[in-house]
């Protein structure tokens, strides 16, 4: 019997919410390698390969092993293929964390983020006890804002240049939800 604490198995309509598999990793060497995945984040590289995937995962244990963070693999349930990834960087000093995510092109505009964060966002709250949850993209990525405000998320800011991708400096759009903004969607039916 082990004393590995058992990772998160999370259910939305459409999808699972899992730890990130080895047999995953040939399939997100392919999906992450494209050039408007990488464009849209700050942490994927391009080109990207399986020994970037393999890094990848090994961190992403780590963190759950620290229980900072929880990368799930999305995996649409209907096929039962990865599609993307969704995670929750934890501050425990703060009862916060910061969410992070990104999605094959091929599923783009069909509303999977969107259901993927609703549940992240309850598994923080519920589950992790935080106070508050916030979640930053590039100003250019309209659309990872819209995921963001289609859950209730809140803009609080606009960071001018305040990153620095392949030698260009980026602005960030911050959005957060708060556990009591949350508990008031929730009263209202909206969450």
């Known amino acids: 019997m082990s ?40 942490n994927i590289p391009y080109p990207y390969s399986e020994a970037d995937a393999v890094a990848w995962r090994v961190l992403a244990q780590q963190g759950f092993r620290l229980g900072s963070a929880f990368t799930f693999a999305i ?14 960087q934890v501050e425990r000093r703060f009862d916060r964390a910061e969410v992070g995510y ?9 509303g999977l983020v969107t259901e993927a964060l609703a549940e992240v966002l ?4 519920g589950e992790l006890n935080l106070n508050k ?38 602005d960030l759009w911050q959005y957060r939800l708060t556990r009591q903004e949350y508990e008031q969607l929730k009263a209202t039916g909206e969450r």
């Open 75 to 88: 995996e649409l349930k209907q096929t039962q293929t990865f599609v993307g990834s969704i995670g929750v």
């Open 122 to 125: 309850r598994f923080g709250f």
């Open 3 to 42: 004393n590995r604490p058992v990772f998160p198995r999370l259910e939305t309509p459409r999808l699972w919410l899992r730890e990130i598999a080895e047999h995953d990793l040939p399939i997100i060497a392919t999906l992450a390698n494209d050039a408007d995945i990488a464009g849209n984040t700050l």
């Open 133 to 170: 949850i916030f979640a930053t993209h590039l100003a250019q990525n309209v659309a990872s804002g819209r995921v963001m405000l289609k859950n209730g998320m809140r803009k609080e800011g606009e960071l001018v240049q305040h990153v620095k991708r392949d030698a260009y400096y980026y």
């Open 102 to 110: 990104w999605l094959s092109k091929p599923c783009w505009n069909q």
